[in-house]
């Protein structure tokens, strides 16, 4: 019974160190990136030439709502050229997108990726660019989107993430969605710049200068977690990730539980398979060359999602109360779960707080319930293409 009791404290007590390190992390991100303002680049006085590189899979009438919309932003014309990279499209789409004022790059591949997409419009693209923008089939800029970077790369930073936010809430799981995205917003690309760290890069929404973006696309070539290893890629080199709060891009999120499930099956997968090959160098990176920033996006890859955290903390303050002497007490689990609930919340923006939210509150046990299942379902789903479908295309 002692060896069993030992075993068991050794286990709850690693339990603790991993979820309790994490909690204080979102704690101390989410608290001081309330508290402490950022600056704001001062406006540019000159126009950066951006080329906008739109990743289209099938979605024929999505892409055409997409591409006539990112046509409309505000920036000189002669500043922006738009680029379709379409992806098993019906040749009417191509038809009627060729008509636009715009540059299709037509493929179709065996198996598609956003980075074999990226890959052969780089290839295609001959004119010089100070900067490249990426968005997703269903992205929608803000009429000001480009000003808002333009002002970020006169000040001198080479990689900007916009603030992608949703452009729809209709449904109890489009709302979590949506809250999630704000969260990872708040704690993992505005707070980590109060300490000077990289924000994450979310995949679409993001501007690299040109010649930046050529040389670390060539180092890529992921299935899943495109977005992920181009952080931790830019990173390793430690060039920094700034976050341009007011530079919105809309993005459509998830309503359908199902692609729920497919799509953060495919998120997790690409997270522990990064972790497992980038894992180690995170110590490396930071004991020998100093590079705390790398470490951080390393540990961000070993993060659980902020559902489970939501589920596991609770149930963790619990069975301590039911096995007392048995790794940390129930004191140390209730502060860890506290400072979990405390930064999750803060970082809630104000706006969700409305009828809408109970409903959509009510979801999280079931999906926690999901999300944990899919821990144990992620074979082979980093290995092909999961495409996540959209429901419409316009805001």
């Given at each position: ?16 160190i ?14 001081l ?35 006539a ?6 920036y000189?014309?002669d500043?922006f ?23 299709v790059?037509e ?36 009429p000001?989107?480009?000003h ?18 949703a ?34 890069i ?7 200068e ?10 890529i070539d992921?299935?899943?977690g ?5 952080g ?6 430690k060039i920094?990730?700034?976050y ?9 999120k998830v309503s ?18 990064l ?34 955290m ?19 007490g129930?004191?140390?689990?209730l502060?860890a779960t ?5 930064g ?11 009828s ?19 821990l ?12 996540t479908p ?6």
């Amino acid at each position: 019974m002692a060896v069993i009791t030992l075993i068991l404290s050794i286990i709850f007590t690693l339990i603790f160190i991993y979820l309790g390190i994490y909690s204080l992390y979102l704690f101390v991100f989410s608290v001081l990136g309330k508290l402490i303002k950022l600056r704001v680049p001062p406006a540019a006085t000159s126009y950066s030439k951006f080329v906008i590189y739109i990743c289209a899979y099938k979605e024929d009438e999505i892409i055409l709502h997409s591409a006539a919309e990112a046509l409309k932003i505000d920036y000189p014309k002669d500043k922006f050229h738009v680029c379709v990279i379409a992806d098993s499209m019906q040749p009417e789409t191509i038809v009627k997108l060729k008509a636009m004022p715009l540059q299709v790059v037509e493929v179709v591949f065996e198996s598609s990726t956003k980075s074999k997409a990226l890959h052969a419009a780089i290839a295609a693209t001959h004119e010089d660019f100070d900067a490249a923008v990426v968005f997703d089939i269903d992205n929608i800029a803000a009429p000001d989107y480009l000003h808002q970077i333009n002002n970020y790369l006169h000040d001198g930073n080479r990689v900007v993430q916009g603030h992608r936010v949703a452009k729809n809430t209709e449904t109890p799981v489009a709302i979590l969605d949506a809250i999630s995205e704000e969260i990872n917003n708040h704690i993992f690309r505005k707070a980590q710049q109060v300490f000077k760290l990289s924000a994450a890069i979310i995949g679409s929404g993001m501007v690299l200068e040109y010649k930046l973006f050529k040389e670390t696309m060539a180092q890529i070539d992921a299935v899943g977690g495109f977005d992920k290893e181009m952080g931790l890629v830019l990173t390793r080199q430690k060039i920094h990730v700034n976050y341009a709060d007011k530079a919105y891009v809309f993005d459509e999120k998830v309503s359908n539980p199902e692609v729920f499930k497919k799509q953060r099956r495919r998120w997790l997968s690409a997270q522990f398979n990064l972790l497992k090959t980038y894992g180690l160098t995170g110590f490396k990176e930071l004991f020998v060359h100093g590079n705390f920033d790398y470490f951080n996006e390393i540990y961000q890859t070993a993060i659980l999602p902020r559902i489970l955290m939501l589920g596991l903390m609770p149930f963790m303050l619990f069975v301590s109360i039911l096995l007392p002497g048995i790794g940390p007490g129930w004191q140390l689990w209730l502060g860890a779960t506290l400072c979990c609930y405390i930064g999750i919340l803060v970082a809630i923006p104000s706006s969700f707080f409305n009828s809408k939210l109970l409903g959509a509150v009510m979801r999280i046990p079931l999906i926690f319930f999901t999300m944990f299942a899919l821990l144990f379902k992620l074979k082979g789903a980093n290995k092909k293409f999961i495409h996540t479908p959209h429901s419409t295309g316009t805001k």
